[in-house]
């Protein structure tokens, strides 16, 4: 029994044609619409380039951009399609095209909810990217000097100030590092010699931040050195005081950026899927009707249309069973070329009478 089997008419079969026409360049302006998502995200993510430690993030805006390009050309050449399906003539070069263009369809739409999917799942993948690029733009803030590296403490003020983080994970990854170039050290000081001779690695270590971990709403001047030492300040007590330094770290302020971006991205793509999705149900449904007329020189004549011409569990049985003789085929060609090589590998024994 073929599924979702549909009667149909003259004046029905033009009013599907119609509707699939319109609904395709529906799909090409939502093709579009993933393009320019996919374009927006690749220039979020190429923005922060310099606190990602490698480039698998841009994997969802590269996809999102080729699935744009793709639904706006698979769908252009449908419109096309059901447009010329309103006249037989037309609609004859198409035919032999139909098959093989749905079959396209299917795996178009599988590659649409693949990266969908993809948008929803991406946060560990770009968790761990954001934690070991932000670690080593934080090594880097104090390289205002180095070729290559002297933007970086713009970057990781800006970001900062932008976000309203501090740190990788909070402000006291900032002690951890040495942040403060040797440039700006006096090395005659006492204090400076001994921070140095304290660390093992000779890094000049300070329980301080940078500038930009400031939270500006705080009432009180900024406590930005000697933050752990509660007698450097009056009336403060680290500890137990919101410090007006921003708590939050810079990876789940990103993190969260990013996630909701592409959580946002992942549900419009669904959309895209579910009525893509639609029209190729449409599309199929056009073509069994118009294949299926039985005297195709009577254009009011019924005809029938299906998405598939037997059930769904027929049609799958079918599918294994054609995959199971082309794999005994693809075994039985493997044998044959085996045999022949043997075959060539003999050499005739050559009997000498002395």
Same mark, same amino acid.
């Given at each position: 029994m073929?599924?979702?089997k549909?009667?149909f008419?003259?004046?029905?079969?033009?009013?599907?044609a119609?509707g &699939?026409?319109?609904?395709?360049w529906f799909?090409v302006f939502?093709?579009?619409l993933?393009?320019?998502?996919?374009?927006f995200l690749?220039?979020?993510?190429r923005k922060r380039?310099e606190?990602m430690?490698?480039n698998e993030?841009h994997?969802?805006p590269?996809s999102?951009?080729? @699935?744009g390009?793709?639904?706006?050309?698979?769908?252009?050449?449908?419109?096309?399609?059901c447009y010329?399906?309103?006249?037989p003539?037309k609609f004859?070069?198409w035919k032999? &095209?139909l098959k093989?263009y749905?079959?396209l369809c299917?795996?178009?739409n599988m590659?649409?909810?693949?990266?969908?999917?993809?948008c929803?799942?991406?946060?560990g993948?770009?968790?761990?990217t954001l934690a070991?690029?932000?670690k080593?733009?934080?090594?880097? !803030?104090?390289d205002?000097?180095?070729p290559g590296r002297?933007? @970086?403490?713009?970057?990781?003020? @800006?970001?900062?100030?932008e976000f309203?983080?501090?740190g990788?994970n909070? $402000?006291?990854?900032?002690?951890?590092?040495?942040w403060?170039s040797?440039? !700006?050290?006096?090395?005659s000081s006492?204090?400076v010699?001994d921070?140095?001779k304290s660390?093992?690695?000779?890094r $000049?270590l300070?329980?301080g931040?940078p500038?930009s971990?400031?939270?500006?709403?705080s009432p009180r001047?900024?406590?930005? !050195?000697?933050?752990t030492n509660?007698?450097a300040? $009056?009336s !403060?007590?680290?500890?137990?005081e919101?410090l007006n330094?921003w708590r939050?770290g810079c990876r789940? #302020?990103?993190?969260n950026?990013?996630s %909701?971006m592409?959580?946002?991205?992942?549900a419009?793509?669904?959309l895209v899927? &579910?009525?893509?999705?639609s029209?190729?149900?449409?599309?199929r449904?056009?073509?069994?009707?118009?294949?299926?007329? #039985?005297?195709?020189e009577?254009?009011?004549?019924?005809?029938?249309?299906w998405?598939?011409?037997n059930?769904?569990k027929?049609?799958f049985k079918?599918?294994?069973?054609?995959?199971k003789?082309? %794999?005994?085929?693809?075994q039985?060609?493997?044998?044959?070329?085996?045999?022949?090589?043997?075959?060539?590998g003999?050499?005739? #024994?050559?009997t000498?009478?002395?």
């Amino acid at each position: 029994m073929a599924l979702l089997k549909v009667k149909f008419n003259q004046k029905k079969r033009v009013k599907l044609a119609q509707g &699939l026409w319109l609904m395709n360049w529906f799909s090409v302006f939502a093709g579009i619409l993933v393009f320019s998502m996919g374009l927006f995200l690749k220039i979020e993510l190429r923005k922060r380039s310099e606190v990602m430690d490698n480039n698998e993030s841009h994997f969802v805006p590269n996809s999102l951009i080729l @699935m744009g390009i793709l639904s706006c050309a698979f769908n252009g050449f449908a419109g096309k399609i059901c447009y010329d399906s309103l006249d037989p003539a037309k609609f004859a070069k198409w035919k032999p &095209l139909l098959k093989p263009y749905l079959a396209l369809c299917c795996v178009f739409n599988m590659l649409i909810f693949f990266v969908a999917l993809i948008c929803f799942l991406m946060r560990g993948s770009l968790d761990s990217t954001l934690a070991q690029g932000l670690k080593n733009g934080m090594k880097f !803030y104090r390289d205002t000097d180095t070729p290559g590296r002297c933007f @970086m403490k713009k970057t990781i003020d @800006m970001l900062q100030i932008e976000f309203k983080c501090c740190g990788n994970n909070g $402000y006291k990854d900032w002690f951890e590092i040495q942040w403060i170039s040797n440039r !700006y050290l006096d090395f005659s000081s006492k204090e400076v010699k001994d921070r140095i001779k304290s660390n093992v690695d000779g890094r $000049y270590l300070v329980d301080g931040v940078p500038f930009s971990c400031c939270n500006p709403s705080s009432p009180r001047p900024c406590i930005q !050195y000697q933050v752990t030492n509660n007698s450097a300040h $009056y009336s !403060y007590d680290y500890q137990t005081e919101e410090l007006n330094l921003w708590r939050r770290g810079c990876r789940e #302020a990103l993190l969260n950026y990013y996630s %909701g971006m592409m959580s946002s991205m992942g549900a419009v793509i669904l959309l895209v899927w &579910l009525f893509e999705m639609s029209v190729m149900v449409g599309l199929r449904l056009l073509h069994t009707s118009l294949e299926s007329i #039985a005297n195709p020189e009577d254009p009011e004549c019924e005809s029938e249309g299906w998405v598939l011409e037997n059930s769904l569990k027929d049609t799958f049985k079918s599918a294994l069973e054609n995959l199971k003789k082309l %794999g005994k085929f693809n075994q039985v060609e493997a044998g044959a070329e085996g045999a022949e090589g043997e075959e060539g590998g003999k050499t005739p #024994a050559i009997t000498t009478v002395s």
